[in-house]
T-cell receptor
Framework: EDQVTQSPEALRLQEGESSSLNCSYTVSGLRGLFWYRQDPGKGPEFLFTLYSAGEEKEKERLKATLTKKESFLHITAPKPEDSATYLC??????????FGAGTTVTVRA | DAGVIQSPRHEVTEMGQEVTLRCKPISGHNSLFWYRQTMMRGLELLIYFNNNVPIDDSGMPEDRFSAKMPNASFSTLKIQPSEPRDSAVYFC????????????FGPGTRLTVL
């Protein structure tokens, strides 16, 4: 069964203080690693999909990278509006996503 | 595009009552998913439909749960009878079935069973 472990559980940052979130996974044949952002009271919002080791994707202050065993979400010079829970998920067939528990990021002004 | 629409947004009911959650997927999407999110178990897939046909219901916790998709623009998740342990946020998501496509989530229904 696919397993996804995210660390840390929570991250408190000062505005401008860059950091990274980790997503470790075990999957029988990766068909995509997904990063979602979830704000309180809302559904997850898609950020990135990565398919192969070495792949990188960027969006504003976020950059996702992928190795054969883990993915990192780097937040560069975060702002308070980057505060959210970030969810990692893996797909090992053509439809099922297995989610991690998430990392809750709080950015203080 | 209005995105995935779910109703109601909040539901409070008493144990033993029937609960029906509703979802309208994004127009043109042919795959629909129901998820449940709790603090203890995170986000779990309950059931997956493709072209209105249930493909994988292995995540449905027990026979009290049932889901239907009578047409491409509407799906329901029913719990009968409801129990306090069913309290959670239920999300519906849709996508155009394709190896590469991401799922788009609705705002969720927060269910509280007293």
């Amino acid at each position: 069964e696919d397993q996804v472990t995210q660390s840390p559980e929570a991250l408190r940052l000062q505005e401008g203080e860059s950091s990274s979130l980790n997503c470790s996974y075990t999957v029988s044949g990766l068909r995509g690693l997904f990063w979602y952002r979830q704000d309180p009271g809302k559904g997850p919002e898609f950020l990135f999909t990565l398919y192969s080791a070495g792949e990188e994707k960027e969006k504003e202050r976020l950059k996702a990278t992928l190795t054969k065993k883990e993915s990192f979400l780097h937040i560069t010079a975060p702002k308070p509006e980057d505060s959210a829970t970030y969810l990692c998920a893996v797909r090992s067939n053509d439809y099922k996503l297995s989610f991690g528990a998430g990392t809750t990021v709080t950015v203080r002004a | 595009d209005a995105g995935v629409i779910q109703s109601p947004r909040h539901e409070v009911t008493e144990m033993g009552q029937e609960v029906t959650l509703r979802c309208k997927p994004i127009s043109g999407h042919n795959s629909l998913f129901w998820y449940r999110q709790t603090m203890m178990r995170g986000l779990e897939l309950l059931i997956y439909f493709n072209n209105n046909v249930p493909i994988d219901d292995s995540g449905m916790p027990e026979d009290r749960f049932s889901a239907k998709m009578p047409n491409a623009s509407f799906s329901t998740l029913k719990i009968q009878p409801s129990e306090p342990r069913d309290s959670a946020v239920y999300f519906c998501a849709s996508t155009q079935r394709d190896f590469y496509n991401e799922q788009f989530f609705g705002p969720g229904t927060r269910l509280t069973v007293l």
